[in-house]
């Protein structure tokens, strides 16, 4: 017996997201609004399910709690690279020592490699250049080792970890 949902649960899923936007948009509830609403997210939801539900698994209880954590996570990398940065910046005679770095991941689900990729990109200093497999090959603004292991508990570990909770 697969874990995967039926098309069905994951077209209700993508309706209810897509309704839910709609309405967050609009802010209506007049009848008009709500029918062409439902009618857009029905079409929406039809055309883009597969796509949609490749993370709605997050929003499920029991792993909603592991999100919250991960945002934690990211926001504190975000706050300690944007000052980094920032150091860099008003202080132009810091050393930098550009390069790029690979290192290997655990995550085996896609859109976990890409919500991985991503966080990397959006903390200054980093920007994710590819992801082959399981590697990871990321500029770094101020590589601090190309040892693989060390690049990724600088890098991506931290992220990573709540990433497994979520996506196994």
Do not use: C
Request: glycine letters at 4%; charged letters at 15%; aromatic letters at 14%.
């Amino acid at each position: 017996m697969s874990n995967k949902p039926s098309a069905i649960s994951q077209i209700i899923y993508a309706f209810m997201l897509y309704f839910v936007m709609w309405y967050a948009f609009t802010t209506s509830l007049a009848l008009p609004e709500l029918i062409t609403g439902g009618i857009v997210a029905f079409i929406l939801s039809i055309l883009t399910y597969k796509v949609t539900n490749a993370g709605i698994g997050i929003l499920m209880p029991n792993k909603l709690v592991y999100f919250i954590q991960y945002l934690f996570v990211f926001m504190i990398a975000l706050i300690k690279a944007n000052i980094d940065v920032a150091k860099r910046v008003v202080a132009p005679s810091l050393p930098i020592n550009p390069g790029i770095v690979e290192f290997k991941t655990e995550l085996t689900n896609d859109f976990a490699k890409m919500v991985l990729a991503n966080s990397i990109t959006l903390t200054p200093g980093t920007v994710t250049i590819d992801v082959i497999d399981d590697m990871f090959y990321v500029h770094w603004i101020d590589v601090e080792t190309e040892d693989p292991q060390q690049a990724f508990m600088l890098i991506a570990e931290p992220f990573e970890k709540v990433l497994l909770k979520i996506y196994g």
